[in-house]
């Protein structure tokens, strides 16, 4: 897991140390970090925040294909939506 913290700590997870650094990121962060009484009280304070494992990163969702600038699209169909001519 990787993680940011705005300070330096240290936190042991079963015997594993990981020291961080103020206003750094730090990766090999175990899983189940957030079980730990320190690491949940600095989560709750705002002094360090999870961004996810660093060897999985997340999919991101697909992005729906945008119109034309200028062109209004039937929301339905999303073919070029038909004007009223002007007379």
């Excluded at 079963?14 to 989560?43: Q, S």
Aim: aromatic share 10%; proline share 9%.
């Amino acid at each position: 897991m990787r993680i940011f913290t705005k300070k330096c700590f240290e936190f042991d997870f079963g015997g594993k140390k990981i020291v961080t650094v103020p206003l750094g990121y730090t990766d090999g962060v175990p899983d189940d970090a957030e079980k730990n009484a320190f690491f949940a009280l600095a989560l709750k304070a705002g002094d360090a925040v999870v961004f996810g494992n660093a060897a999985k990163p997340e999919a991101k969702p697909e992005a729906k294909p945008k119109a034309p600038r200028g062109k209004k699209t039937d929301e339905k169909t999303g073919e070029p939506a038909e004007t009223p001519s002007e007379g």
